[in-house]
């Protein structure tokens, strides 16, 4: 079966136990191929494996020129290539039992395939042929680009999404501020999209990662099968400039997004806002049951259906950190989001006891979130491979968390309101707040 998925929301709650993720952790491998390409696998029991082709890019990659050409490249994977057409790559595959998928996010982009053990070197050679083989034929464009305009008019329609992508874009600008989604107004042609790939698609650039498959062997198929031209992407450092969004839109519910900037991935940092997102809260961790969470108890003073919760987002050189609204109406929107900033003000103050070993324990259980399901380690493995060249554990994240103390966490939120905003307010705008109009 082939299927194509794609990750918007990013911070849930992991579900995965701490036993699996370490058992996972202490049977993993890093090195590199003959060819420079980077080699990471995990060792797992049973029958099934899985492979990924990580690489390094993602939307950041893109230029002023070609922005959203990263959505459409995505959506080629697994298109006629000089060895298989399009339809023999998914008849084979199917006949093998296995699945293929593609995704995208800020930095990477993912062709992933998981199928039993005895198909290994099958779905190696289909993998590598999609970035050394395309051939990308002007009518497969056609087919590509309603693909790509169809995704991104349902990531649109998705207010929670669309506004999340808006503060990246505000926060950012360019680089991390592209959006994973072509827009309408992207004029990206098949001759874009080519060029694209063949600066993507170098050996330095990356990452093979197996699961369930001998090491040396996944080293072998990796010399095998992806042989490409030499070269790596260097990408400018992420600047965060902030400022205000204002987009209107005919949704059911207003929403507003205050962010500010956060931490790069496995920073101190970063394990300190973890552990005031968890205090602040919002989430229903309890299906039909209310959060205890500062967030979850503000949005209880407001009409029903108010939602408020707030979000860590981190890259490998920035982060996004944030709170987000929605609500029925205009003024509950802005009221909420002033009582949001009130609460995070508060933590810059001091955290409860009960608030910070909660908001502790919800950090460190979702730790393991990179390494829920075969394809989430598929993408935390070959994302460390490319930027870190190690791995870093379950454990070694979980670590990083209990380091954390409440003056850790005060310190990072005074950071936070003393910084610029980043405001998005999305929906009926005539009774939207601005952003100055908030006391930070």
Do not use: C, W
Not at 98 to 106: A, C, D, F, Y
Request: hydrophobic share 45%; glycine share 6%.
């Amino acid at each position: 079966m082939l299927a194509a998925s794609r990750k918007a929301i990013l911070n849930t709650v992991s579900k995965a136990s701490y036993s699996t993720a370490a058992a996972t952790a202490n049977a993993i491998q890093f090195t590199s191929a003959a060819n420079g390409v980077k080699v990471a696998s995990s060792q797992e029991p049973g029958q099934a494996a899985s492979l990924a082709i990580v690489i390094n890019g993602g939307a950041r990659a893109e230029s002023h020129k070609n922005v959203g050409v990263a959505h459409y490249l995505k959506n080629y994977g697994f298109k006629n290539n000089t060895s298989r057409t399009a339809f023999r790559i998914s008849r084979e595959a199917e006949l093998a039992g296995g699945v293929l998928s593609s995704n995208l996010s800020h930095e990477t982009m993912v062709y992933s395939a998981e199928f039993l053990k005895d198909d290994v070197e099958l779905f190696a050679e289909i993998l590598g042929d999609v970035v050394s083989k395309q051939k990308y034929q002007e009518h497969e464009f056609i087919d590509v680009a309603n693909q790509t305009l169809g995704e991104s008019a349902n990531a649109i329609a998705d207010s929670e999404v669309n506004v999340i992508e808006a503060a990246h874009q505000t926060a950012f600008r360019t680089g991390l501020g592209h959006s994973i989604f072509a827009k309408p107004t992207a004029h990206v042609t098949n001759a874009d999209v080519k060029a694209f790939a063949k600066e993507l698609f170098t050996q330095g650039n990356i990452a093979v990662v197996g699961t369930g498959i001998d090491h040396e062997y996944l080293q072998t198929l990796a010399e095998t099968y992806f042989n490409l031209p030499a070269g790596q992407l260097s990408l400018p450092a992420t600047q965060y400039y902030g400022g205000e969004s204002r987009v209107e839109a005919a949704s059911k519910a207003n929403h507003y997004v205050l962010a500010f900037e956060g931490a790069a991935l496995n920073t101190p940092e970063f394990a300190a806002l973890q552990v005031l997102r968890y205090a602040l809260g919002g989430d229903m961790n309890v299906k039909n049951v209310d959060s205890s969470s500062l967030l979850s108890q503000t949005a209880k003073k407001f009409t029903e259906g108010t939602q408020i919760k707030a979000f860590n987002v981190a890259y490998s050189d920035a982060g996004l950190f944030g709170l987000q609204v929605s609500a029925a109406s205009a003024a509950d929107t802005g009221a909420a989001i002033a009582a949001a900033t009130e609460q995070l003000k508060a933590a810059a103050k001091k955290l409860s006891g009960d608030d910070f070993s909660r908001a502790l324990a919800q950090a460190k259980y979702a730790a393991t979130s990179g390494f829920e399901t075969r394809l989430d380690r598929l993408e935390t493995l070959g994302t460390q491979a490319l930027h870190a060249g190690k791995n870093v554990s379950a454990m070694d994240y979980v670590a990083a968390v209990e380091k954390v103390s409440t003056s850790d966490v005060a310190k990072v939120a005074e950071k936070l309101v003393k910084s610029k905003p980043t405001a998005v307010a999305l929906g009926n705008l005539s009774n939207l707040p601005y952003a100055d109009s908030f006391s930070l």
